[in-house]
């Protein structure tokens, strides 16, 4: 293949790429981490620093959206950040299949990387996800080289300096990085390379030394974690599930969850099959091996340490190597059925995946631009007749997305059960963000003449499985004011209620 076949083929990927991640990028909705990410972003510095030291995450991505926005506010450009890391992914994971094998494998990779479902989330929600897999794919790419050039009798101190660039990244990014970035040192263990696990080992110290200002933070962090957040504990079914998410991504409708397993299950056989086959067979592919399996089996075995921390965001290095194994058996096969079969059902489980999630908009991922407008509109009518109008949220979730939409329209919302796995808002963030909820609907409805009251179906479902009759909050309105309406959209319900005279 010519090198300017290469190239074009290079840019034609990159381009389809783009255009999937930009499809509906200014229409898709926006929920509560995207705006968590926006309201904190767009804070001053310090804020965002003290912010997120009383979060969980670390402050590089907010800080590079930060600068970011200072281009405009629009969602689409907003998010346009994480197409262009998204976009250099793509260019990541071509260049080290190239370097693995051939640029017919790192094509066919990054092809199967454009256009992913997980990838393609990620790079149109405001989170920052496609930055720590950028890092964590170019820290792979710059071990390999380290190996290569090692192997080869020489040192390439370019790698070095990426190996140590991108683990620092990682680190700033997510606090969960350090579970992939110590892949290498088990890979040089086994392979009893001496030599090359000191030097690297010394790496990991200066980026641990790096990371220093932000590692002192993260016991407190895990702490929180411990205290407020809830998964369940990995077994089959999550290991399933990642699996899935790897090809086709969650959720899916009953009928497509069942053919995205059968997709699932049949190509990883085919993938498995294939490279057990395959000769020559070289470091390479311990290498990746190491690098997919690794940090997966370190998050499944820390899930019963601490909390459940075993979710398929937290490895998305593990689908970029898994998409490499992919490339090698559809580009350097030498059966074709095979092949070809594998390339048939990577296809259709991204097809799938990507249909049903551009048009998903259920909880947490509710309409509420289309909520908010409706409710905009009572409020002005409201106003317009001398009577306020107090507009409550249940919770943080669908009050975060709705502010982003309507700066202006008063709306607050109610503070979370103290100690619960929901309970996840901290104060100093709160004093960052500068947004604070009501510790109770009277404290949330004093003085108000009509009241609307949003809240999720779940959150109405989930009090009736516990055997109350209705919602703690909407019982309490119904005491102490009339209802007069109801509107639903998708899975959010608006409540209206009004003072009795």
Not at 329 to 350: C, D, F, H, N, T
Not at 449 to 455: K, L, M, R
Not at 464 to 477: D, F, K, Q
């Amino acid at each position: 293949m010519s090198k300017h076949l290469q190239a074009g083929l290079l840019v034609l990927i990159l381009l389809l790429g783009a255009g999937v991640r930009l499809y509906r990028v200014a229409e898709r909705g926006i929920w509560y981490d995207d705006a968590f990410s926006i309201l904190l972003a767009e804070r001053p510095l310090g804020a965002i620093i003290q912010g997120t030291a009383a979060d969980t995450m670390p402050p590089l991505y907010y800080l590079l959206l930060h600068f970011w926005m200072q281009g405009g506010p629009s969602i689409a450009f907003i998010r346009a950040l994480n197409v262009l890391l998204s976009c250099g992914i793509m260019l990541a994971v071509y260049i080290l299949g190239k370097d693995l094998w051939d640029a017919r494998v790192g094509l066919m990779a990054a092809w199967l990387t454009a256009l992913a479902p997980l990838q393609v989330y990620h790079a149109q929600e405001v989170r920052m996800y496609a930055l720590l897999t950028l890092a964590l794919v170019g820290y792979t790419l710059a071990f390999v080289r380290l190996w290569q050039a090692d192997a080869a009798g020489q040192t390439d101190w370019l790698a070095w300096a990426g190996l140590i660039l991108t683990g620092v990244i990682a680190m700033y990014t997510h606090n969960l990085a350090i579970f992939s970035l110590v892949f290498p040192g088990l890979f040089l263990l086994l392979r009893r390379a001496w030599r090359l696990l000191g030097l690297w080992l010394g790496s990991l110290a200066l980026t641990g030394l790096l990371s220093l200002p932000w590692l002192v933070l993260v016991p407190g962090q895990v702490a929180k974690i411990q205290a407020a957040f809830w998964t369940p504990r990995p077994g089959l079914a999550e290991i399933l599930q990642a699996l899935v998410i790897f090809h086709t991504n969650l959720p899916l409708p009953p009928l497509w969850l069942g053919v995205a397993l059968f997709i699932t299950l049949a190509g990883l056989t085919l993938v498995i099959f294939e490279t057990l086959h395959y000769h020559p067979r070289g470091a390479e592919e311990g290498l990746l091996l190491t690098a997919a399996l690794f940090p997966p089996a370190l998050l499944f075995g820390a899930s019963y340490l601490m909390r459940p921390i075993f979710v398929p965001r937290a490895f998305m290095l593990s689908q970029v190597v898994y998409f490499l194994f992919c490339a090698r058996v559809i580009a350097r096969s030498q059966r074709r059925a095979p092949a070809l079969l594998l390339a048939g059902l990577l296809i259709a489980g991204e097809v799938i995946g990507l249909v049903y999630q551009a048009g998903y908009a259920e909880f947490p991922r509710s309409p509420f631009r289309t909520a908010t407008l409706g409710v905009q509109a009572t409020y002005n009518q409201a106003q317009a007749i001398g009577k306020r109008l107090c507009i409550v949220h249940d919770n943080k979730l669908s009050f975060f997305p709705s502010h982003v939409y309507a700066r202006n329209l008063p709306q607050t919302f109610l503070d979370d059960v103290p100690g619960s796995h929901n309970d996840t808002y901290a104060p100093a963030t709160r004093a960052a963000i500068g947004l604070f909820p009501q510790p109770s609907i009277a404290a949330a409805t004093q003085g108000c003449d009509e009241v609307a009251f949003i809240v999720f179906d779940k959150a109405i479902r989930e009090y009736r499985e516990m055997g109350y009759t209705e919602h703690a909050v909407i019982t309490w309105l119904t005491n102490h004011f009339v209802p007069t309406s109801r509107e639903q959209y998708g899975d959010l319900w608006v409540l209206y209620f009004t003072r009795t005279p």
